[in-house]
C-alpha cells in the first residue's frame, strides 16, 4: 500500500514539474512581434506620449479645428485622438457620438439640460448618418463648452468657420497640420458599422494617400467585427488597435502566463486602468507592458484624467496616455523632465 502511495506522490511530482517546466519555457521563448515597426512604441525609458482625447475636451470643445489647432500648437500634443462617422453624403467627420444634440445648437437656444431630456427619445436626436456635411456646418459645435469658471465662453460666436467651431472632416485635420507637422499621430475610431463602416474604411484609406506621411501614423480602432475583418483583409498596411474581445484575450493570457499562444496582430493595446464585470479587473499592471513590448506592441490608457493616475503610468512605463485634459498631462509630465 506504502509502495502505491509513493508511486502516486512520485507521479503526481513529475506532473507538476512537467507543468512548472512547461511555464516557464513557454515565457522565456521570444513571442513573435505583432507588428515590425511600431511607431506607437515609445522605447524604454522614455516618457509616454501625450494623446488629446476628443482634441482636450476639457480645455477646448472637443473633437472641433479649434480644438485640435490648440491641442498641437499650444499644448504640444504627441496624438490627436478622436471618433469618425460617414455623413449622409459620403463625408468622415470627427464626433464621439452618433448624433450632434448634445455638443451644438442644432436645437436652438435652450440649456444642455433641455436638449438631454430630449434626446432621451432617440428619435429627436439629429443623427449625422442623416446629414449632409452642409448641413452639419451650419451648426456651433463650441455651444456648450464652458471653461473653468463654468462660462459658455463660445456660445454666441458668429463666425463659427473661422473660429474653428464648426464641424471637423478627416481631411480638414490631416490638411492643417501636414506642412508644418509631419510627425504628428492619430488614435481613430471607426464608429460605424455595416456597409456605412466598410465605405468609411475606403474613404479613410484614399485620404491617408493624400497625406502618405500620417499613413504610418495613424492607429484605427473599432468595435465592430465586421469592421475589423474589412481592415485586416483590405488594408493590411494599416495599423489597427486591439478590439474589445481581443484586447481581453491578450490581457488574459498575460495574467495566465501563457502568451505565446496569443496569435493577435494589433499595433496598439488600449485599456482603461480597470475593467468591471460585476468584479474590478485590475489592468494597470507592469507585466502587461512589459508582454506587450515583447511583442513590440504599444500600450495606451484611456481616459486619464486624475494627475496620481498619470504618474502611475508614467513611472509604469506606458507608451501613451490619453486624456481630456493635455493641459495637465503636460504639466506633470514636466515632472519627470
Request: aromatic share 10%; proline share 4%.
Amino acid at each position: 500500500m506504502k509502495t502505491k502511495k509513493r508511486r502516486g506522490l512520485k507521479i503526481a511530482g513529475i506532473i507538476l514539474a512537467v507543468i512548472i517546466l512547461f511555464f516557464a519555457v513557454i515565457n522565456i521563448i521570444p513571442p513573435k512581434k505583432n507588428v515590425e515597426n511600431n511607431p506607437f512604441v515609445v522605447g524604454e525609458g522614455n516618457l509616454p506620449m501625450i494623446a488629446a482625447h476628443r482634441g482636450g475636451s476639457t480645455n477646448n470643445p472637443e473633437n472641433t479645428l479649434l480644438a485640435f489647432r490648440e491641442a498641437v500648437l499650444t499644448i504640444g500634443v504627441d496624438i490627436i485622438e478622436s471618433d469618425l462617422y460617414l455623413t449622409k453624403d459620403g463625408y468622415l467627420v470627427y464626433n464621439h457620438d452618433d448624433y450632434i444634440d448634445e455638443t451644438c445648437n442644432v436645437n436652438g437656444d435652450i440649456s444642455l439640460d433641455e436638449v438631454k431630456a430630449i434626446c432621451e427619445n432617440s428619435e429627436n436626436r439629429h443623427y449625422i448618418e442623416n446629414m449632409t456635411l452642409a448641413e452639419l456646418q451650419q451648426y456651433n459645435f463650441g455651444y456648450y463648452f464652458t471653461d473653468k469658471t463654468g462660462e459658455r465662453i463660445y456660445k454666441d460666436v458668429e463666425d463659427i468657420e473661422n473660429a474653428g467651431l464648426q464641424i471637423s472632416t478627416v481631411d480638414q485635420l490631416f490638411e492643417m497640420f501636414y506642412e508644418t507637422h509631419p510627425g504628428l499621430m492619430f488614435i481613430v475610431e471607426i464608429k460605424d458599422g455595416g456597409e456605412r463602416g466598410i465605405e468609411a474604411c475606403r474613404i479613410l484609406s484614399e485620404t491617408l494617400d493624400m497625406y502618405p506621411e500620417y499613413k504610418d501614423q495613424i492607429v484605427i480602432g473599432t468595435f465592430n467585427d465586421e469592421i475589423e475583418e474589412e481592415l485586416k483583409k483590405n488594408y493590411p498596411d494599416l495599423l489597427r488597435g486591439a478590439p474589445v474581445g481581443t484586447a481581453a484575450k491578450f490581457v488574459l493570457t498575460q495574467y495566465l502566463g501563457l502568451n505565446i499562444f496569443d496569435n493577435g496582430d494589433f499595433a496598439c493595446l488600449q485599456i482603461p486602468m480597470s475593467y468591471d464585470i460585476g468584479i474590478e479587473i485590475p489592468l494597470d499592471k507592469k507585466t502587461i507592458t512589459k508582454r506587450a513590448h515583447r511583442r513590440n506592441i504599444a500600450v495606451q490608457y484611456w481616459t486619464i484624467n486624475d494627475a496620481d493616475d498619470m504618474r502611475y503610468l508614467i513611472e509604469m512605463g506606458v507608451d501613451c496616455i490619453m486624456t481630456d485634459d493635455p493641459v495637465l498631462l503636460r504639466e506633470i509630465l514636466k515632472e519627470y523632465e
